[in-house]
């Protein structure tokens, strides 16, 4: 396979090539080194899992990776989160959510502790070595912002870092009041490679170019991008007299009239904080012609939806889907290899690409 590098200097870097997009291996790889290794967002626990002994199946990476996992609120452990595929023949353990006191498997009975733990198994008394280890329920890890919740199956990314550094500055919301609102969700299904539509999110530069609402409720000189291990920052600016946020003092931006926080969490997940409240959007790879973008409002202050940066956020998706959809083409061309990044402006493409060509070199 080709080997892709993107200079650590901005200034001399090249952009991922046409290549990186056009390839099934590379696609494929980027499953196993990328996916795999992340964590993934599934929604907030008040919504997830609303009462005691609750259970709800989820597949890691819907429509890709699709490992299967369950999470429960447990009376005594709090919430646990396993493998939903049995010990025994592999069938699924829970189908449906809803209230289970036990976890069974429904196909020949094997049961575990709600730790985990392997407790019965009908007719195989006479097995010789058994239970082994590998008969226990698999535990994956979980993390939350707030009552966001985080899982990781195989997570090789310092989540807590992640968060903290989140937390910095919008750790002054009280994220347990946003409410998840149905009627300003929905998913799009874009005819583009899943990383093409993360670079466009990754930089402000187009918003002049291509958002003209957004662009006259920014600031566009004054936006600004902080990077930071797996994630990085974009902080809009209002441009006058549109919702700002309300900072206490000693906020690292007091004074400042913000109008959005736009974290990008490596590597599919953007955590858009308005001051009506946040919006999530989750990128998932269908293949790498097409993906699904998953849009998730959790509103706190209704009366400031319809002004500032967040109140047309269905009309920027439009416009982010043209011209990601354009560039997909675009790459398909075999005029065009690669590109360069403006060091100015386009720091949080450069640090993702970096990123990419990293795990795909097999490092971790
Ligand atoms: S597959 Fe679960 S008990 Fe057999
Ligand atoms: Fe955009």
């Known amino acids: ?75 005594k452990l709090g919430l646990t989160c396993f493998s939903n595929v049995c010990t025994h023949r592999g069938n699924l353990i829970f189908h449906h959510e809803g209230v289970s006191k036990r976890i069974a498997c429904g196909y020949h009975g094997r049961t575990w502790k709600t730790d985990g733990e392997f407790k019965l198994m009908p007719e195989f008394k006479d097995v010789e070595g058994f239970p082994r280890s590998c008969d226990h329920l698999k535990s994956f890890q979980t993390a939350q912002l707030g009552p966001q919740l985080f899982v990781g199956i195989e997570p090789n990314i310092d989540i807590e870092n992640v968060l903290s550094k989140m937390n910095e500055r919008i750790g002054f919301l009280p994220l347990n009041e946003f409410k998840f609102d149905p009627s300003q969700s929905k998913d799009y299904l874009v005819n583009c490679h899943w990383a093409l539509y993360c670079d466009n999110y990754l930089e402000g530069f187009h918003i002049p170019f291509v958002h003209e609402d957004l ?113 997909q083409k675009g790459l398909q061309s075999h005029t065009y290899k690669t590109g360069r990044f403006s060091p100015t402006r386009e720091q949080g493409v450069h640090h993702f690409h970096r990123a990419l060509a990293y795990c795909l070199k097999g490092s971790r």
Do not use: C
Request: hydrophobic residues 40%.
């Open 1 to 75: 396979m080709e080997n892709f590098h993107v200079d650590e200097d901005i200034k001399k870097a090249e952009t991922l090539p046409a290549t990186f997009y056009r390839s099934d291996e590379v696609f494929e790889l980027l499953k196993e080194r990328v996916f795999k290794s992340s964590y993934q967002w599934f929604g907030s626990l008040d919504d997830l899992l609303p009462q005691e002994s609750y259970v709800k199946p989820l597949l890691f990476v819907e429509g890709h990776l699709e490992e299967p996992f369950f999470i429960r609120k447990d009376a």
């Open 215 to 327: 662009n006259a409720a920014l600031d566009y000189g004054s936006y600004t991008t902080e990077l930071f291990e797996k994630g990085s920052l974009q902080i809009g600016y209002s441009s006058g007299g549109e919702e700002v946020f309300d900072l206490p003092s000693g906020h690292p931006d007091e004074g400042k009239a913000v109008a959005a926080y736009y974290y990008w969490l490596f590597p599919n997940m953007m955590f858009n904080f308005y001051p009506w409240g946040l919006s999530v959007n989750v990128v998932r790879p269908i293949s790498k012609n097409k993906t699904r973008v998953l849009f998730r409002s959790y509103v706190w202050d209704e009366s400031k939806l319809s002004a500032g940066a967040g109140a047309v956020l269905d009309k920027v998706e439009r416009e982010d889907e043209f011209v990601v959809e354009g560039v």
